[in-house]
Every structure is written in C-alpha cells, then in structure tokens.
T-cell receptor
Framework: AQSVAQPEDQVNVAEGNPLTVKCTYS??????LFWYVQYPNRGLQFLLKYITGDNLVKGSYGFEAEFNKSQTSFHLKKPSALVSDSALYFCAVRDWGGSYIPTFGRGTSLIVHP | EPEVTQTPSHQVTQMGQEVILRCVPISNHLYFYWYRQILGQKVEFLVSFYNNEISEKSEIFDDQFSVERPDGSNFTLKIRSTKLEDSAMYFCASSKTGGEVQGGIVAGANVLTFGAGSRLTVL
C-alpha cells in the first residue's frame, strides 16, 4: 500500500523568508512523488515531480523539492516566499510497480504574511 | 492552457436523492479520475476510467456510485442515493498517460490535471 503524510495543517511564513512544506511517504517499491498547488476556486495544479535521478527537483514558480530516500521524505521548499504563494499544497505518491493511481495527502495551507 | 471543467460548483441535496456531477476532461487525455475530499481530511481516490471502462476503483466506490463517459467529452459521476457522509468536495482529473512501466522503462509519471471541484452538501 502507498500513503502520504503531510504533518502540518498550516505553515505560516513572512514574505522574503524561506519556506518548507513537509511530506513523508510510504511505498513498497520505488516512488514517484509529486507536489500540486491549489489556489482558491481553482483545481489542483502540478508543481513538480520526482521520478529518478537528481534528488533536488526544480519546478514551477521557483519551488523545489528534495527527495530523501532514507527519511522517506519529499519536502517542498522555496528560498524566498511571496504573498502570492499563499495556497493549499498537496503531496502525492505512487509506487513504480504498483497501481498507477497517485495517493494524495490532506494538504497543507501555506500562508505568507506581508 | 487547457482546463478540466466541472459542474456544478456547488450542489445541495437531500439525503437519498440522486446526484450527477459532471466533468469535461482535457480533450487529448486518455485517463480520467474522480477523487473526493471530506473537509479537513485527505484527498481520497474514488475511481479511474480508461478505454471506456473502469480501470481501478477504491473501497469507497461502492454500488451507490457509477461513472460514465456518455459522449466524447463528458465524464460523469453519479451517486444514486446520497448519504450525509457523501458531503465532500469532488475533484475530477485527467491525464495523458497512466505512467506505466513498459519493458523496464518508465513511460512517464502520470501528471494529473484537476478541475476546480464540485462541492456536494447532503442535508
């Protein structure tokens, strides 16, 4: 079985400061990992994915995520937060050899204060 | 940029009533999905659809649920007799591929494009 945990309901950060949104996962094989973002009244939008290769993945809007196999984590990061980054962030995982259906977390609300 | 559109954005219904949620996936996508999110909980997979049939479904997707692709564009989720616990945000999504591993080579992770959701409130 595959699962994702996003331990924080909400993350607050000041504009200009670095941000981290945490995600840990569990799969029986190798993971595909994804981050999606949801702005108000919009659908979830793809930000970035990890399949294989470099552990640091760069995505849209200056976001990046670091795959850590030993800690089974895939935390989302950005060096300098913008107020416009305020949104709901979802981590997702699927197992290479298992179902093609991604399993999502419950989402983390990121609030960036001016 | 192509979008997945969902209607209605919000529906209020009485317990026991039938509800149909509609989705128009992206036109060249081949895989279609329904997920739902009960308030404060994780986004849960319901069902996926490929090649005009259900390819996977979760335990949530019982006999009260059905999906259809009645024409070349719409993808619908029907709940036959709604329960209070069906109150949730329902998300439709589509993807070009299923991200299959073919001959040991990863064909590509299936990136999903989601609609904005349909909020269902069952009273």
């Amino acid at each position: 079985a595959q699962s994702v945990a996003q331990p924080e309901d909400q993350v607050n950060v000041a504009e200009g400061n670095p941000l981290t949104v945490k995600c840990t996962y569990s799969v029986s094989g190798n993971p595909y990992l994804f981050w999606y973002v949801q702005y108000p009244n919009r659908g979830l939008q793809f930000l970035l994915k990890y399949i294989t290769g470099d552990n640091l993945v760069k995505g849209s809007y200056g976001f990046e995520a670091e795959f850590n196999k030993s800690q089974t984590s895939f935390h989302l990061k950005k060096p300098s937060a913008l107020v416009s980054d305020s949104a709901l962030y979802f981590c997702a995982v699927r197992d290479w050899g298992g179902s093609y259906i991604p399993t999502f977390g419950r989402g983390t609300s990121l609030i960036v204060h001016p | 940029e192509p979008e997945v559109t969902q209607t209605p954005s919000h529906q209020v219904t009485q317990m026991g009533q039938e509800v149909i949620l509609r989705c128009v996936p992206i036109s060249n996508h081949l895989y279609f999905y329904w997920y739902r999110q009960i308030l404060g909980q994780k986004v849960e997979f319901l069902v996926s659809f490929y090649n005009n049939e259900i390819s996977e479904k979760s335990e949530i997707f019982d006999d009260q649920f059905s999906v259809e692709r009645p024409d070349g564009s719409n993808f619908t989720l029907k709940i036959r007799s709604t329960k209070l616990e069906d109150s949730a945000m329902y998300f439709c999504a589509s993807s070009k591929t299923g991200g299959e591993v073919q001959g040991g080579i990863v064909a590509g992770a299936n990136v999903l494009t989601f609609g904005a959701g349909s909020r269902l409130t069952v009273l």
